[in-house]
């Protein structure tokens, strides 16, 4: 199986702040990355797919990148509705792992 | 509007089942392959299992392999969770999530959520 690790695991930081977030897969998975923002009590929101694809409505302060085995979220000006959890998720093969999560926190 | 409602959640004994149902709306939800992901409190995201639009695939986890089975009915365009034998570390929000349009991308729409409790 596939194994996903995120760094950091928390992240305090500022407004306007620029904001990179890591997930690495213990194997290659092509580009077959998700990221997913979660905000307290509700469901996950998709971000980016296919490691680089900005979905659909999402502002475009927010990018992926990466192949393979590193793969990296950018928030290039945090905002105040940016604080949350980011999740990322890898889609190359089955079970469909999850990585822990990088929580981002105000500072 | 594209919608998702999950229903069927609860407080069960351990040992207990339940089936959880997920309504699909706005889509040609036939054409969509759909899963279950979960959230143990103050937990991170378990992907939990995968069903193909015609129902020929399906995956689990291993954790619930053998006590879960997912289903369709595309006529109702409903999913479902049938979960047995249940324990005390199956207590999770449950969330039915559509497959990208572009297969294997990200599961793009995400429902509220159903709570499942499994305590004595």
């Known amino acids: 199986d596939i194994q996903l690790t995120q760094s950091p695991s928390f992240l305090s930081a500022s407004v306007g702040d620029r904001v990179t977030i890591t997930c690495r897969a213990s194997q290659g998975i092509s580009s077959y990355l998700a990221w997913y923002q979660q905000k307290p009590g509700k469901a996950p929101k998709l971000l980016i797919y296919?490691?680089?694809t900005l979905q659909s409505g999402v502002p475009s302060r927010f990018s992926g990148s990466g192949s393979g085995t590193e793969f990296t979220l950018t928030i290039s000006s945090l905002q105040p509705e940016d604080f949350a959890t980011y999740y990322c998720q890898q889609l190359n093969s089955y079970p469909r792992a999850f990585g822990p999560g990088t929580k981002v926190d105000i500072k | 509007e594209v919608q998702l409602v999950e229903s069927g959640g609860g407080l069960v004994k351990p040992g207990g089942s339940l089936r959880l149902s997920c309504a699909a709306s706005?889509?040609?939800?036939?054409?969509?392959?759909m899963n279950w992901v979960r959230q143990a409190p103050g937990k991170g995201l378990e992907w939990v299992s995968s069903?193909?639009?015609?129902?020929?695939?399906?995956y689990y986890a291993d954790s619930v392999k053998g006590r879960f089975t997912i289903s369709r009915d595309n006529a109702k365009n409903s999913l479902y969770l049938q979960m047995n034998s249940l324990r005390a570390e199956d207590t999770a929000v449950y969330y039915c999530a559509r497959d990208h349009p572009y297969a294997d991308r990200a599961f793009d729409i995400w429902g509220q959520g159903t709570m499942v409790t499994v305590s004595s």
């Open positions: 069903i193909s639009s015609s129902s020929s695939y399906i």
């Open positions: 706005g889509f040609t939800f036939s054409s969509y392959s």
């Open positions: 296919a490691a680089s």
